[in-house]
């Protein structure tokens, strides 16, 4: 079983930064992709990064593009969001993300736990 670990959420200013740290016990060579996701009462679960093993190019919400930068720390099994200019439309749950294939076997998704995010002046 495969169990991520987030770290980092808290309270900030509008315009200001915030990092969110990630670390997953799962096995580095079977990792597909790490990311990060939001969500709050008012908007579904939204992709906010994700990076992709192999090409490694990142893809972000165009809300975020400029503002967000995903990095990945692979012998570490740890991937990070680092959040700079936040609105207070950031505010949200985020949650790591991390896709698992081993070999002849499906996409298998896994979960942080969750950390509050809240911007406000």
């Known amino acids: 079983q495969v169990q991520l670990v987030e770290s980092g959420g808290g309270v900030v200013q509008p315009g200001g930064s915030l990092r969110l740290s990630c670390t997953h016990s799962?096995?580095?060579?079977?990792?597909?992709?790490m990311g990060w996701f939001r969500q709050t009462p008012d908007k579904p679960r939204e992709l906010v990064a994700r990076?992709?093993?192999?090409?490694?190019?990142?893809i972000y919400a165009d809300s975020v593009k400029g503002r967000f930068t995903i990095s990945r720390d692979d012998a570490k099994n740890a991937v990070a969001l680092q959040m700079n200019n936040v609105k207070p439309d950031d505010t949200a749950v985020y949650y790591c993300?991390?896709?698992?294939?081993?070999?002849?076997?499906?996409?298998?998704?896994?979960w942080g736990q969750g950390t509050q995010v809240t911007v406000s002046s």
């Open positions: 993300n991390v896709v698992m294939k081993r070999p002849g076997e499906p996409l298998e998704n896994y």
């Open positions: 799962g096995n580095s060579v079977d990792v597909f992709a």
């Open positions: 990076s992709t093993t192999g090409d490694r190019l990142p």
